[in-house]
């Protein structure tokens, strides 16, 4: 009997940019060379100042970027093996790929509920199926069950980025993209959101890029990490080392070790 211990398999690659170079309005240069990889299960964080490229680069991977008048010029972005050139938004976001936009886009007139359900309706589940899905992400997200029947107008900035991450995950997808999940909240609800984030992950192996300007909350919940600046990557490596770096943090990001 062979009792040798065999390797472990690596993390299936779900995610691969290659170089891409991104442009507005046919003139204007917003990514120039982007390459970044995600594994099946894994939360990498893209940093970078505002303006540095990060929420272009999340639209290139989510399609969303030609709604921008802009294209991908250049490289490449295989999903699950294939590569997603000219594929629309709509029909990546069946095969998995969900964004969160920045700035927590709800339908202010309608119910917290009637928002998730509006994520729902993209796989076209039976009525049983959609309100096993609505109870799933009441239990992730407490909050919004208490507030089912309110309108997501009438909620807090931090309910409403819960929601809208709650009106995602109820796609199913296989990879979520977070555009700037802490801005304008208070510390306690960023870090509230970042452990569900973990905890999706952990129990649900549900893999995260997540852009973020706030570096301390991202690398500590993160497994590896990305740094842009003026549209190009300027760092990587796993969080836990760049969270040790002082010359990353104040150089790229302006921001003080803890």
């Keep these: 009997m062979n009792t040798q211990l065999q390797p472990a398999a690596a993390p299936a690659e779900l995610l691969a940019v290659n170089d891409i170079e991104v442009i507005y309005d046919g003139a204007i240069l ?38 921008d008048r802009a294209q991908v010029s250049r490289g490449s972005i295989h999903f699950l093996g294939a590569d997603t050139a000219g594929v629309a938004a709509n029909v990546l976001a069946r095969r998995g790929i969900v964004h969160v936009l ?72 296989t990879l979520v993209l977070l ?14 959101i970042f452990d569900i984030v973990a905890q999706l992950n952990g129990k649900e192996g549900m893999s995260f890029l997540v852009a973020e300007q706030n570096i301390n ?14 549209g190009h990557v300027v760092g990587e490596g796993a969080a836990q080392e760049l969270a040790a770096r002082e010359d990353i943090q104040h150089f790229y990001l302006g921001g003080k070790a803890p």
């Design 30 to 67: 917003a990514v120039g060379g982007v390459s970044l990889r995600v594994e099946q299960g894994g939360i990498v964080a893209l940093l970078g100042a505002n303006g540095a490229g990060k929420s272009t680069t999340l639209k290139a991977i989510s399609g969303l970027v030609q709604a």
């Design 102 to 173: 920045e700035g927590r886009h709800v339908f202010a007139h309608l119910t917290i509920e009637e928002n998730l359900r509006s994520g729902g309706f993209l796989r076209g589940p039976s009525r049983r199926e959609l309100e096993q899905e609505l109870e799933r992400i009441y239990a992730w997200f407490p909050r919004l069950k208490t507030k089912r029947k309110t309108q997501a107008g009438l909620t807090s900035g931090g309910e409403q980025q819960m929601l809208a991450i709650g009106r995602a995950l109820m796609t199913k997808p």
């Design 179 to 192: 555009d700037e999940p802490s801005m304008g909240l208070a510390p306690i609800i960023v870090e509230e």
């Design 217 to 230: 909350v991202a690398l500590r919940h993160a497994d590896y990490a990305y740094i842009l600046e003026n």
